[in-house]
């Protein structure tokens, strides 16, 4: 893959043409995981964390072992585990790799009002562009997996980036590069399907999985991480994956029929920051460091 | 591994026991997923909880801890009424049809032990647990360190009766299958815990890949210290080995008796004599009874013991050859025929000098003091308060490490006070070493293939490799038995010949591993030569008159005229099969599954033809194949040539005769020192009766009245060993120790997850938060409601979380028992009885 995998082809907030819109597309890129050989090593936590340059911090035991009950500003990656008993009585420790899905209607891209404070490149990866940022947290609200994390301290939100530094250079992300059952696949959305559809059906016809299936929701456009599961029909079991997600109706309403609403609400707004701003003056920002190795939580 | 890693993706069915190694294997448990995903092969997981390993499992049983030999013995009983046997495997490739003594007696028939118990000592006299048969061969091949020795055991008989239709009352088959008939399904469950019907389901789906007796599958075995630290230990593995034998699954690709090492360089430990009563390459120490060379040698050198009108290449009939090559490495032109190879240089070992008795001894002032490097021993325990008392006596201690850890802190561990610490006399020496990443050198995985790898940064600071600690340690030794010494020459004579004699090349010493000719060498059949002062290429040259010096016969072939084959980095895999032969070497001669010959029928053929190992060629009348053959290459089938060439009998033991185990020749199931029942089978014999416990005041062992559950320790993904506690990021993701314990147990002591419990045993306590969950069950012991609980070991007094006050500063082996295997000297970790509260 070369740099031309990173141009945009949508953009948060932005009026007018997407620059990158029309360029010629190559594969959308795709992450495969299947939790069916997941043994939940964490080496791809760990891998996020060294590739990334995430910051070490706290955690405590939480009768689990899992890391931390959800992903942090600065934990992009967490397996989740989960104590599932079956009908028969029999036990299943079902293990997900949890992290941005890279939806193909990404639902935080949506609800972003940043000028490009998110983008889609080409390649279908959804990436935050910090320096954009203005920490309204809308894309949390957004999104239906509950990705994205603010760090309060600098209100910048972060989440997962699929390595799009590492990928753009035609390497895969460095999660999947470390996972030693190799559970977790990276190629084409096409290739990835179709590894995940054969690995589904192995799991319904040699072994004992009758619902085994791909979990690539439409309710997004489908996801740039899509997941092969035991048990299709009941994604919630494993850490609450949404059977349906889709952006919420609020975002939906907010960015359709409501949106003369927010030009109001903004106008308000911005003769309130021009009163605040005679009142109080301009903002320091010497504090403010964006990476996230600049801080623990 | 009589297998290795990548040989596992060819297998059509794993049975885990003992072991966890998704858990702490997980970069190996990539080739058990392989098959998973490449031949839908399936994978049954048996362990005292449902681990990560059972995650994927296609079927899990939760088995009491220490149970093993039940269940084992209960599936041999499963596959011979079921016809899942590998019948001319089973005739021709191990000792089912030989006969065996008429006064051999089994447990069934003797109150729960074997013929030849001596109760007041503890042991056997085990002359009945022999082949029947003619002429008696000259020596007999006995296991070595046995002290206090009883009467010396007759030999094997030369010429061995059988009987090749196993109906024999008294023939090894016949005897298998009236010793495991006790091993009912209802047995099963009343020893192991698991219900009949899941017990029937595991041993229906493990044999069915010799349904009917069809050859063509092949299925492994998988284990690791879960099965070996027990009081019987080396029993379960042998069962494991037995149950493999009867399904002809050893010497196939994808079969086999695989050990899992618990470290990344445990296998080149043993192999390089890490135990007290082996040399290197597993020869046999010498004793005080042996009273010169020769009478060593004919002890430790196996003869022919066969069925007359078969082949037995008795490997081990060249143990001088390997023996005499050690020694010439040793001391060089020192050993000469003449002083018997400079035998008196060599200690004679007297006694036990296994792990729980080193520090037995120094506990009891024997010992002054210790080297410890590259281990934690007060952490390792057993019984870490026996350790950390027997330290306060010792005069000096050395730790080498690259943390602060619990040994070299021994002196301040929590209950020590201030007034107590100052009347500590042990003078302690701290000395920082290399990481491994500092380092450079082999390490010989659990497959046994050799690996170097390559120093990738300096030693920081004033830290020092170990070889130049030893080294320096060494000359000064030397030096000091210049001047005066009782025996000096053993010291003086060590060949010490490198480059840099204070800091010896570890490739140096891997040379001199391999070996090398002495004198001009010709191969009488190929006529091929090799100059004096050439590496050798393999052991098949070392000779027995002082031409050769090898250090270590089985890595005979690492370091060649080529160079170094360990560094090899070929990843090409012709036969698609793992063997990868231009990656790394492994032992013995490259060759990666052990006793390959049994991976095709009598005649040489493949049993099955798309898993080609190695096959007889009509043509050229050689063994040829993917794989090195574990075999004389040119012995035609006809000769009937047994394929365990390193058995005296040349085929694989199902019974195994005379010295070779201290606690029978069958296993018999016995339960844990501390059990929390009696033996099903014999109530009046419950524990191993060969074993006892050691006699000091911190000895002490518990009964069910005061400790009810079953308690055993095992490892986490996340951390390694007692190392990764000073790291943050391994903190960062297991923060703190923890007790697994079942929602059932829990809800009945009104426990939740994130309490504090406290875990006592009759040696000492442990505190720390419960983590309550479904994935350890209660479980119907002899009919009567049993828990059992787990414990992760990695925590101590010294680390990130302890040194913060984060945890208590405490071990899990404060709670485990000085309790070992009589044939390995492991401690019995797994399977010991606690009592749980709320702390």
Not at chain 1, 172 to 192: Q, R
Not at chain 2, 535 to 563: H, M, R, V
Not at chain 2, 806 to 828: F, G, Q, S, Y
Request: aromatic letters at 10%; a neutral charge.
């Amino acid at each position: 893959m070369s740099q031309a995998t990173l141009r945009v082809q949508k953009m948060s907030g932005h009026a007018g043409s997407v620059p990158g819109d029309d360029a010629q597309r190559e594969f959308t890129v795709c992450k495969l995981i299947d939790t069916t050989t997941c043994i939940g090593c964490k080496a791809c936590e760990v891998a996020c964390m060294e590739w990334n340059d995430l910051p070490f911090g706290e955690t405590v035991f939480d009768n689990t072992y899992q890391t931390m009950p959800e992903t942090r500003w600065n934990y992009w990656n967490l397996i989740l585990f989960n104590e599932h008993e079956k009908e028969d009585g029999s036990l299943m420790w079902l293990m997900r790799k949890n992290q941005c899905m890279h939806c193909a209607e990404p639902g935080c891209l949506a609800a972003c009002p940043a000028d490009g404070a998110i983008v889609q490149y080409t390649n279908g990866i959804v990436d935050f562009q910090q320096a954009n940022c203005i920490g309204c947290g809308y894309c949390i609200t957004g999104c239906p997996f509950d990705i994205p994390k603010m760090n309060p301290k600098t209100n910048r939100v972060f989440k997962c980036t699929l390595c799009a530094d590492r990928v753009s250079e035609g390497l895969e992300p460095a999660c999947i590069k470390s996972c030693p059952t190799g559970c977790l696949h990276f190629g084409s959305k096409e290739d990835m399907k179709d590894l995940a559809e054969k690995r589904a059906k192995q799991l319904r016809d040699d072994y004992n999985f009758p619902q085994a299936g791909v979990y690539d929701p439409a309710g997004v456009g489908g996801t740039g991480v899509v997941y092969v599961l035991h048990d299709a029909t009941r994604p919630e079991l494993y850490g609450g994956l949404p059977s349906n997600p889709s952006i919420p109706w609020s975002v939906k309403l907010w960015k359709g029929p409501l949106k003369w609403l927010g030009n109001v609400a903004m106008v308000g707004g911005l003769i309130g920051l021009f009163v605040h701003y005679l009142r109080f003056g301009p903002k320091s920002r010497e504090d403010e460091d964006i990476h996230p190795r600049g801080e623990n939580p | 591994m009589t297998n290795g890693w990548v040989d596992m993706k060819n297998t059509d069915m794993m049975l885990i026991m003992g072991g966890n190694p998704a858990e702490n294997h997980p970069c190996g448990f990539k080739w058990a997923i392989e098959a998973k995903r490449t031949r839908s092969a399936k994978m049954i997981s048996v362990d005292p909880r449902f681990t990560r390993t059972s995650a994927v499992a296609d079927l899990f049983c939760q088995i009491r801890a220490g149970t093993d030999i039940a269940f084992l013995g209960g599936v041999i009983k499963y596959a011979i009424e079921n016809n899942r046997i590998a019948k001319d495997y089973l005739i021709h490739f191990t000792n089912a049809a030989f006969v065996v003594e008429g006064d051999f007696k089994l447990p069934a028939d003797t109150d729960g032990v074997f013929s030849g118990f001596d109760a007041e000592r503890h042991s056997y006299n085990r002359a009945s647990w022999n082949y029947s048969g003619g002429k008696p061969a000259q020596t007999a091949s006995t296991a070595a360190g046995q002290s206090a020795a009883p009467p010396p055991l007759p030999p094997l008989p030369e010429k061995v009766d059988y009987d090749l239709t196993l109906e024999n009352p008294n023939c090894v088959f016949q005897l298998l299958k009236k010793h495991y008939s006790r091993y009912t399904p209802e047995m099963v469950e009343r020893i192991t815990g698991i219900p009949k019907e899941e017990f029937q389901k595991a041993a229906e789906l493990y044999t069915s890949i010799r349904k009917d007796g069809d050859m063509k599958k092949a299925g492994t075995i998988i284990y690791a210290v879960g099965w070996t630290q027990h009081s019987f230990g080396t029993q379960i593995i042998r069962t494991a080995a037995m149950l493999q034998l009867l399904l002809g699954n050893v010497g196939r690709a994808g079969g086999g008796v695989n050990a899992l090492r618990g470290h990344s360089n445990i296998q080149g430990a043993t192999d390089m004599a890490g135990l007290f009563d082996s040399l290197p390459g597993y020869l046999k120490v010498p004793t005080p009874a042996d009273s010169s060379f020769d009478a060593w040698m004919k002890r430790t050198t196996p003869t022919t013991s066969k069925p007359a009108p078969w082949n037995s290449w008795n490997y081990y009939s060249n143990t001088p050859k390997f023996t005499v090559s050690f020694l010439k490495t040793m001391y060089g032109d020192a050993a000469t025929k003449q002083n018997g190879w400079a035998y008196d240089y060599l200690p004679k070992v007297d006694r036990d000098y296994s792990w729980t008795h080193l520090w037995d001894n120094m506990y009891n002032g024997l010992i002054k003091g210790m080297f410890a490097f590259g281990m934690n021993g007060v952490a390792i325990g057993p019984d870490s308060k026996k350790n950390i008392d027997a330290l306060k006596k010792a005069e000096f201690l050395v730790v080498g490490e690259i943390y602060p850890d619990e040994t070299s802190e021994f002196w301040r561990s929590p209950g020590i006070s201030q007034d107590e610490m100052k009347q500590i006399k042990t003078t302690v020496y701290r000395l920082p070493c290399a990481g491994f990443a500092e380092k450079d050198g082999s390490f010989t995985n659990s497959a046994r293939w050799l690996l170097w790898k390559n120093a990738a940064v300096p030693t920081p600071g004033e830290c020092r490799l170990d070889q130049a600690i030893v080294a320096q340690i060494f000359l000064k030794v030397r030096e000091l038995y210049k001047k005066d010494g009782k025996f000096p020459d053993p010291i003086l004579k060590l060949t010490w010949g490198y480059t840099d004699p204070k800091s010896p090349s570890l490739a140096e010493v891997l040379k001199e591993l391999n070996g090398k000719a002495l004198a001009d060498l010709e191969d009488p059949a190929t006529k091929a030569q090799i100059k004096a002062g050439q590496q050798l290429p393999g052991f098949a040259w070392l000779k027995d008159d002082g031409t050769t010096a090898c250090g270590n016969w089985i890595y005979s072939g690492s370091f060649t005229e080529a160079g170094n084959q360990t560094a090899r980095r070929d990843p090409s895999d012709p036969s698609n099969m793992g063997v990868h032969p231009g990656w790394g070497w492994s032992w013995p001669a490259n060759r990666r599954v052990l006793y390959n010959r049994a991976s095709c029928d009598v005649d040489g053929k493949p049993w099955d033809a798309t898993r080609r190992q190695i096959w007889w060629n009509e043509g050229t009348e050689k063994w040829v194949g993917n794989d090195v053959p574990d075999f004389k290459a040119d012995s035609h089938p006809k000769d009937h040539m047994g394929p365990f060439i390193m058995n005296a009998e040349g085929v694989g033991r199902i019974f195994a005769p005379l010295g070779a185990f201290a606690d029978g020749p069958f296993p018999e199931y016995y339960e844990p020192f501390e059990s929390p029942i009696q033996n099903p089978l014999h109530p009046e014999r419950t524990n191993n009766p060969v074993v006892t416990g050691l006699k000091s005041a911190d000895d002490k062992y518990g009964t069910v009245k005061d400790y009810p559950v079953v308690c055993t320790t095992f490892r986490l993904t996340e951390h390694y060993h007692y190392w990764t506690k000073n790291n943050p990021m391994n903190v960062q993701l297991v923060p703190e120790p923890f007790i697994e314990m079942g929602a059932e147990m829990a809800n009945e002591m009104g426990i939740r997850g994130g309490e504090k419990v406290k875990v006592s045993s009759a040696r000492g306590e442990y505190i720390a938060k419960a983590m309550v969950t479904k994935r350890i069950k209660a479980m119907m012991i002899d009919g009567k409601k049993t828990y059992q609980i787990g414990i992760p070991f990695h925590w101590g007094y010294r680390g990130i979380a302890e040194d913060e006050g984060k945890t208590e500063r405490m071990m899990v082996n404060l709670l485990t028992p000085t309790i070992v295997d009589p044939n390995a000297h492991t401690p019995e970790f797994k399977g010991f009885l606690v009592k749980v509260e709320k702390a």
